[in-house]
């Protein structure tokens, strides 16, 4: 029988955004000859309301790309991109790895966003129509809530207004600064508690949405790992699920093009 296929996962790739990396799909190549499956975890793009016009052709643009890859594409959603696939999580390695976005940790969504409070009313109210508190029924709470927050400078086309919006959004309120530092120390310990009760096979869990990258042992031994971002400063991770290994990579981003590097760390998985 052949061996499983390698897996490889990245998210928060932005597409469209003037701040992200990739400015052309076929940039993910690099990442695709000895893969098996191609992985997009969530915010591949932004969706939500508002530039219907510019959000409608990087839709049609991204569902080309995964009609016309070579591998196997699955597309996840995020808070961005809330309604690109019916799928908001998944599980790899007969469920020792969970891959979702990230955003369920926070009842805000995005708790450094301007659009926070927003984004807490939306999800109270959706989580109150749900019959259940499961990990599934949270994600489309979650879902139903993102889809209603109109985008600010993602799909902005004129250079000038979308400087304007995305120091807008970057810098004001003072406040945000902290608030992101704060969710970056609290995010890995909230998915382990979200995740663990109801995923106890559970031994990683692959997550983006913070926009930093890193891997965390919590206790248990459940290890959380953050992808990263296409998005400066810090730049995207890649996580490759083989066979008997999970492991974190460096991603080269060089010519608008996506080439995996240096390995960071590698945990082994359990083999039947």
Same mark, same amino acid.
């Given at each position: 029988m052949?061996?499983?296929?390698?897996?490889?996962?990245?998210?928060? !790739?932005?597409?469209?955004d003037?701040?992200?990396?990739?400015?052309d799909?076929?940039?993910?190549?690099?990442?695709?000859?000895?893969?098996?499956?191609?992985?997009?975890?969530?915010?591949?793009?932004?969706?939500?309301p508002?530039?219907e016009?510019?959000?409608?052709?990087?839709? #049609?643009?991204?569902?080309?790309?995964?009609?016309?890859?070579?591998?196997?594409?699955?597309?996840?959603?995020?808070?961005h991109?809330?309604?690109?696939?019916?799928?908001?999580?998944?599980?790899?390695?007969?469920?020792?790895?969970?891959?979702?976005?990230?955003?369920?940790?926070?009842?805000?969504?995005?708790?450094?966003?301007?659009? #926070?409070?927003?984004?807490?009313?939306?999800?109270?109210?959706?989580?109150?129509?749900?019959?259940?508190?499961?990990?599934?029924?949270?994600?489309?709470?979650?879902?139903?809530?993102?889809?209603?927050?109109?985008?600010?400078?993602?799909?902005?086309?004129?250079?000038?207004?979308? !400087?304007?919006?995305?120091?807008?959004?970057?810098?004001?309120?003072?406040?945000?600064?902290?608030?992101?530092?704060?969710?970056w120390?609290?995010?890995?310990?909230?998915?382990?508690?979200?995740?663990?009760?109801?995923?106890?096979?559970?031994?990683?869990?692959?997550?983006?949405?913070?926009?930093?990258?890193?891997?965390?042992?919590?206790?248990?031994? !459940?290890?959380?790992?953050?992808?990263g971002?296409?998005?400066?400063?810090?730049g995207?991770?890649?996580?490759?699920?083989?066979?008997?290994?999970?492991?974190?990579?460096?991603?080269?981003?060089?010519?608008?093009?996506?080439?995996?590097?240096?390995?960071?760390?590698?945990?082994?998985?359990?083999?039947?």
């Amino acid at each position: 029988m052949p061996a499983p296929p390698l897996i490889r996962i990245i998210s928060d !790739l932005h597409y469209g955004d003037r701040a992200g990396r990739i400015k052309d799909l076929a940039g993910l190549g690099p990442l695709v000859p000895d893969a098996g499956e191609l992985v997009l975890n969530g915010d591949t793009l932004d969706t939500r309301p508002g530039y219907e016009t510019v959000a409608g052709r990087r839709r #049609a643009e991204v569902l080309a790309f995964v009609g016309q890859c070579r591998v196997p594409v699955r597309l996840l959603t995020g808070n961005h991109d809330p309604d690109i696939s019916p799928d908001h999580w998944c599980e790899l390695a007969g469920g020792q790895v969970l891959v979702t976005h990230g955003d369920i940790a926070f009842e805000d969504i995005v708790p450094w966003g301007r659009d #926070a409070t927003l984004a807490r009313r939306l999800v109270a109210a959706a989580r109150q129509e749900l019959s259940d508190a499961s990990l599934a029924s949270l994600l489309t709470a979650h879902r139903r809530a993102a889809a209603a927050i109109p985008q600010q400078h993602q799909s902005e086309p004129h250079l000038g207004r979308y !400087l304007r919006s995305f120091l807008r959004d970057t810098f004001w309120p003072p406040s945000r600064i902290p608030r992101i530092l704060r969710a970056w120390a609290e995010h890995p310990g909230r998915m382990a508690r979200l995740i663990r009760p109801e995923r106890a096979a559970a031994r990683f869990i692959i997550v983006g949405h913070t926009h930093r990258p890193g891997f965390w042992h919590l206790p248990g031994g !459940l290890v959380v790992i953050n992808t990263g971002s296409f998005c400066p400063p810090l730049g995207p991770r890649l996580v490759e699920v083989a066979p008997d290994h999970v492991a974190l990579r460096h991603i080269v981003l060089r010519r608008d093009e996506a080439r995996p590097a240096g390995t960071l760390a590698e945990f082994a998985l359990a083999t039947a």
